[in-house]
């Protein structure tokens, strides 16, 4: 079948909206009518190449739609079943198996590699190959053939508007926190960059009950939206020195941290910004062979933790529906970081997201 998407032709050239081919869903996939889809860090990053999943490409990874065609195989979901989609997982290799599916050995490959196990595409144009499957969905499609294992399904009145975002960038930043960090009530924790993943950090740190909440980031708008967030400190680290800050207000060092930048520089702060025994989380995207200091002399005996997570450890099949739950309940606000763009106007929603104009943009079909 033909259908409408948001191809990335060219590195570092915007994408353009063309009509492709579509071929038909295989036994362990399912046919998505896209709905909206979120844009996040990593489809600009992969359009400029920073990973090489091979262009031209259909890249997007926050789908949210209606299941239009199922695969032989598939159970999970029926014609009409609306779902949010998330990364792709084999399911089957040691650590999918015990609850780690972010960590799937296969996760590069299956997430980044733009083909089926099979070595097969979904897309083509003009008779050339397209990648397909980033992230086992390529939301930036009207219809897409959707790896099972990256399907969730939710209520047919859940808002897939709203929450097509939760399957990348807002569960990355909550689950870093609430599944990798999880704080005790009464804890300090420090984010770095209030941006949509730090920022659903921080409406996380405020659900755990976290007492001090210290936002940081380089732009005065940010930090004061931070503060209406629920941080209970701001930095600018442009004009102030975050580490002697933080330490100032936590008499010493933060006993949790996330780091969501990717900036070399901040990982180091980040380190120094930490107590004894406390414990951090990177969850920001960087280049290949992005280095970062680290003082092996003063922070060994601090008996820190620094812990590089992916898609903060979610397992998407639970708790994706937790995040929705918790929305719902008006527990986590974090359409307040959302804008929506119609999907014609998709290269709209990175510029602005590289602006700093649009936290977490959603386009819509
Ligand atoms: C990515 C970040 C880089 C590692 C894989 C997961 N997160 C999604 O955008
Ligand atoms: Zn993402």
């Known amino acids: 079948m033909k259908t409408t998407a948001a191809v990335a032709f060219a590195k570092e050239q915007p994408l353009t909206i063309v009509e492709i081919d579509l ?23 992969v359009r400029d190449q920073w990973y090489p999943t091979p262009l031209p490409a259909v890249l997007g990874h926050e789908g949210a739609g209606v299941v239009d065609a199922v695969g032989s195989a598939v159970t999970k ?6 779902v949010l989609l998330s990364f792709d997982h084999c399911g089957e290799c040691a650590n999918c198996a015990s609850g780690l599916p972010s960590y799937c050995t296969n996760f590069f490959g299956a997430n980044f590699g733009g083909r089926r196990a099979d070595g097969s595409s979904g897309f083509s144009h003009n008779g050339e190959q397209i990648s397909s499957h980033f992230f086992g969905q390529s939301s930036f499609s009207q219809f897409a053939n959707v790896s ?4 969730v399904k939710v209520s047919k009145t859940a808002p897939l508007e709203i ?5 990348c960038g807002i569960q990355t930043g909550a689950g870093a926190v609430l599944n990798s960090l999880n704080p005790p009530a009464g804890s300090s924790i420090v ?6 993943v730090g920022l659903s950090g921080l409406l996380a740190a405020v659900i ?3 007492t001090t909440i210290i936002a940081v980031d380089v732009h005065d708008s940010r930090l004061a939206f931070a503060r209406e967030l629920g941080a209970t400190h701001i930095i600018n680290a442009s004009t102030q020195d975050a580490v002697a800050e933080i330490k100032q207000i936590t008499g010493g060092g933060a006993q949790f941290a996330l780091e969501t930048t990717g900036v070399p520089v901040v990982f180091s702060n980040m380190t120094y910004s930490l107590a004894v025994r406390g414990h951090a ?3 920001g995207a960087a280049a290949l062979g992005t280095n970062a200091n680290f003082d092996i002399g003063s922070l060994l005996p601090m008996g820190i933790t620094v812990t590089m997570v992916v898609e903060g450890d979610s397992v998407p099949s639970t708790f994706v529906p937790q995040l929705v739950d918790l ?4 527990l986590f606000p974090f359409d307040k970081l959302t804008k929506p763009y119609p999907f014609a106007e998709i290269n709209q929603a990175f510029d602005d997201s590289a602006a700093g104009l649009t936290l977490k943009p959603i386009v819509i079909f």
């Open 23 to 45: 071929d038909e869903p295989r036994a362990n996939e399912v046919r998505i009518r896209m709905v909206a889809s979120g844009v996040c860090h990593t489809d600009a990053i």
């Open 163 to 167: 929450l097509a975002p939760l399957g």
């Open 208 to 210: 755990a009950g976290c």
């Open 77 to 82: 979901v029926v014609v009409g079943d609306h």
């Open 281 to 283: 989380v990177v969850v």
């Open 191 to 196: 984010i770095f960059g209030a941006g949509a």
């Open 148 to 151: 099972a294992n990256s399907v």
């Open 327 to 330: 929305f719902e309940r008006g």
